[in-house]
Nanobody, 123 residues
Framework: VQLQASGGGLAQAGGSLRLSCAAS????????MAWFRQAPGKEREFVAT????????SYADSVKGRFTISRDNAKNTVYLQMNSLKPEDTAVYYC?????????????????WGQGTQVTVSS
């Protein structure tokens, strides 16, 4: 499956952005999806994940209550709504897909990765 992330950009602290990740090439609904991020000088970290039907989600503690992951299987797209942004949310955000219904917070369990989209939050 090919993944194309978009929607990144510059936001002020307290603002919002919505990331999108469009999938192609395989049956999107067969894949659990996730967002990860990598800040400069840091390792890539888990942000959010969603099961293949969209009924189950999990979040990193650092974004819980501020970010929402969702998906539209009819549009082959997963979203990350980011509210109350903080400067520490600045990173390149990656979407990822793993075959199967089960969501996962573990990076190496994902088979496919998008190219990343830059999010910069100014204070």
């Amino acid at each position: 499956v090919q993944l194309q992330a978009s929607g990144g950009g510059l936001a002020q602290a307290g603002g919002s952005l919505r990331l999108s990740c469009a999938a192609s090439g395989r049956t999107f609904s067969n894949y659990a999806m996730a967002w990860f991020r990598q800040a400069p000088g840091k390792e890539r970290e888990f942000v959010a994940t969603i099961s293949w039907g969209g009924g189950l989600t999990s979040y990193a503690d650092s974004v819980k209550g501020r970010f929402t992951i969702s998906r539209d299987n009819a549009k082959n797209t997963v979203y990350l709504q980011m509210n109350s942004l903080k400067p520490e949310d600045t990173a390149v955000y990656y979407c990822a897909a793993r075959l199967g219904y089960r969501k996962s917070m573990v990076e190496h369990e994902y088979d496919y990765w998008g190219q990343g989209t830059q999010v910069t939050v100014s204070s």
